[in-house]
């Protein structure tokens, strides 16, 4: 039996402009103004073109996204990659608009996917979601061991329809998300702090900040908790961000 060959690292080309939506429902959320004080200086620092709207309703988080997707769709230059960043109150799979009601987030993926942005077809598109999953709360379990868990995919003919997006969580499924009222969300600024002072693949910085978030506690209604951030990719590439 022949070694293990090392893999060899592809990377996007990131040469292309870099585009950027925050949309973040502030109205009962304190906090939430210095988690988007952090985001624009993150984009500005990574050099995006950032947008940020405040206080969407359900149906304006969808239209906001239709109106990003056709400035990628009719931008002069090539695009290399978008950042979605989606803050409100949430439950698992839905986020609460301004109005109280509810928003799929499955409805806001797809905007961006293969089959309906042409210009980010095989571009990475990056979600970073601020919002309680649920009503668990997290107070942590003594740690035995790591768990692994690897994929193995051949490399397609065609692209498929949701190749090459990376959806971030700020809490795991069914769990609450924390956010300070005078310094934001734990998990927003933790985000920002390593990708503007840390190298790497975005795989390897979002580890980072799992691990710092891991190593912190959250005190909430008197009792500390933990709490950490979960991410699902489908990147076909290493994405470097500097």
């Not at 939430?32 to 405040?54: C, G, H, N, P, V």
């Not at 090459?164 to 069914?174: K, N, P, R």
Request: charge should be negative; glycine fraction near 6%.
């Amino acid at each position: 039996m022949s070694d293990p060959q090392p893999l060899q690292e592809e990377r996007y080309d990131m040469s292309g402009a870099r585009l950027a939506l925050t949309l973040c429902v502030t109205k009962a959320r304190e906090g939430s103004k210095e988690d988007m004080d952090a985001l624009e200086r993150m984009f500005r620092y990574l050099k995006f073109e950032s947008t940020m709207k405040s206080d969407p309703t359900a149906q304006q988080f969808l239209e906001e996204l239709d109106n990003f997707q056709q400035i990628i769709d009719n931008w002069e230059e090539p695009v290399s990659c978008a950042f979605v960043v989606l803050m409100a109150h949430g439950e698992e799979g839905l986020l609460e608009g301004e109005d109280k009601k509810m928003v799929r987030l499955e409805d806001l993926f797809e905007v961006l996917n293969n089959k309906n942005c042409k210009a980010l077809r095989g571009k990475p598109k990056v979600y970073i979601i601020q919002a309680c999953r649920g009503e668990h709360r997290d107070l942590g379990e003594e740690m035995e061991g790591d768990q692994v868990a690897v994929i193995m995919k051949n490399k397609p003919q065609t692209i498929p329809t949701y190749t090459d997006a990376l959806h971030i969580f700020s809490t795991v499924e069914g769990y609450l998300s924390y956010r300070h009222e005078q310094k934001g969300s734990g998990f927003i600024q933790t985000l920002t702090d390593v990708f503007i002072n840390k190298k790497g693949s975005i795989i390897k910085l979002l580890e980072e900040i799992t691990r710092r978030m891991a190593d912190t506690e959250v005190i909430q209604e008197g009792k500390p908790r933990k709490v950490n951030p979960e991410f699902q990719s489908t990147l076909r590439k290493s994405l470097y961000l500097q």
